[in-house]
Nanobody, 125 residues
Framework: QSQVVESGGGLVQPGGSLRLSCVAS??????????IGWFRQAPGKEREGVSC????????NYRDSVKGRFTISRDNAKNTVYLQMASLKPEDSAVYYC????????????????WGQGTQVTVSS
């Protein structure tokens, strides 16, 4: 069964860093196959787009609140997409999901084809 699996979440102090990984299993992230988005959802809030990387990796985008702090990248040879998070703030706490879609990056969750189960990120002192 084709799916994506997230890892790398945890508890970190404000100002700290984490690197999330998204691994594809059951299908291959070919260069011209899937755009990968990272989303997050905090308790009582809607799921929101955090960042996205195009199929080739040549195009990336970020929500305003994480620009300059988060970096998305991909290694298609390893079927892995990363979200490097630095200068973390308590408001970054959420369950983080990666998702794959055929087509261009989008901040709209409904258009993504495959979702992982999520990884919890908690930023607290």
């Amino acid at each position: 069964q084709s799916q994506v699996v997230e890892s790398g979440g945890g508890l970190v102090q404000p100002g700290g860093s984490l690197r999330l990984s998204c691994v594809a299993s059951g299908f291959t992230l070919d260069l011209d196959s899937y755009s990968i988005g990272w989303f997050r959802q905090a308790p009582g809030k809607e799921r929101e787009g955090v960042s996205c990387i195009s199929r080739s990796g040549s195009s990336t985008n970020y929500r305003d609140s994480v620009k300059g702090r988060f970096t998305i990248s991909r290694d298609n040879a390893k079927n892995t997409v990363y979200l490097q998070m630095a200068s973390l703030k308590p408001e970054d706490s959420a369950v983080y999901y990666c998702a794959a879609r055929v087509g261009r990056c989008s901040a709209w969750p409904a258009v993504y084809d495959y979702w992982g189960q999520g990884t919890q990120v908690t930023v607290s002192s």
